[in-house]
């Protein structure tokens, strides 16, 4: 079936610091992916949509210089935490699909750490 | 404005027996629905889903029920066994598939136990 791998799975840093998500899909080419942040005990919320080959599509209230996303293939989108604070420290997830008519699969999820 | 939603935080459920999970919404426009169960430090995984035109769907042990009238879908798990204890949500799109994003519920957290 449909995979899609993100890297890394954790990361710990100081403040200031600007790090990079990336989020793969295996066996499959997709145009869109989707990235959500989920806070402790909360639901996923999404953050903005990756589209292949143009800019991303952001979600109202989430900054788009902050979290710069570029999705430069069919298989591959990027999630950049530009200089990271503590409130950025949360979990991050993408998304992807195959077909039209199937549903989204996700990553394993990137767990943020600002210290 | 939570356009899905779960008001079951949590359920208990003994092995063997039946586990219903609810979830509400209110969009009109939402026609596709799916069930994710998630593990700590996990992403979602997929469960089933079912689109507008269908008001039932079942995979082995699961089936999701949908009422559009009543806006409002459950997840059926026959029988449930610990291995399912997790965190399940559910969510929406405004039609089918990889293309539209998706409007999660809240999660209800089902524990089964042995």
């Known amino acids: 079936g449909a995979v899609v791998s993100q890297h890394p799975s954790r990361v710990i840093c100081k403040s200031g610091t600007s790090v990079k998500i990336e989020c793969r899909s295996l066996?499959?080419?997709?145009?869109?992916m989707f990235w959500y942040r989920q806070f402790p005990k909360q639901s996923l919320m999404l953050m903005a949509t990756?589209?292949?080959?143009?800019?991303?599509?952001?979600e109202q209230g989430v900054e788009k210089d902050k979290f710069l996303i570029n999705h430069a293939s069919l298989t591959l989108s990027t999630l950049t935490v530009t200089s990271a604070h503590p409130e950025d420290s949360s979990f991050y997830i993408c998304?992807?699909?195959?077909?039209?008519?199937?549903?989204?699969?996700f990553g394993d999820g990137t767990r943020l750490s600002i210290l | 404005d939570q356009q899905v939603k779960q008001n079951s935080p949590s359920l208990s459920v003994q092995e063997g027996r039946i586990s219903i999970l609810n979830c509400d919404y209110t969009?009109?426009?939402?026609?596709?629905f799916l069930w994710y169960k998630k593990y700590p430090a996990e992403g979602p995984t997929f469960l089933i889903s079912?689109?507008?035109?269908?008001d039932k769907n079942e995979d082995g042990r699961f089936t999701v029920f949908l009422n559009k009238s009543a806006k409002h879908l459950s997840l059926h798990i026959v029988p449930s066994q610990p291995g399912d204890s997790a965190v399940y949500f559910c969510?929406?799109?405004?039609?089918?598939?990889?293309?539209?994003?998706?409007?999660f519920g809240g999660g209800t957290r089902l524990m089964v136990k042995p």
């Open positions: 998304s992807a699909g195959q077909d039209f008519n199937q549903p989204q699969h």
């Open positions: 066996d499959f080419q997709a145009t869109t």
């Open positions: 990756s589209n292949e080959g143009s800019k991303a599509t952001y």
């Open positions: 969009n009109s426009m939402f026609d596709y």
């Open positions: 079912i689109s507008s035109i269908k």
């Open positions: 969510a929406a799109s405004p039609g089918g598939g990889a293309g539209n994003m998706l409007t």
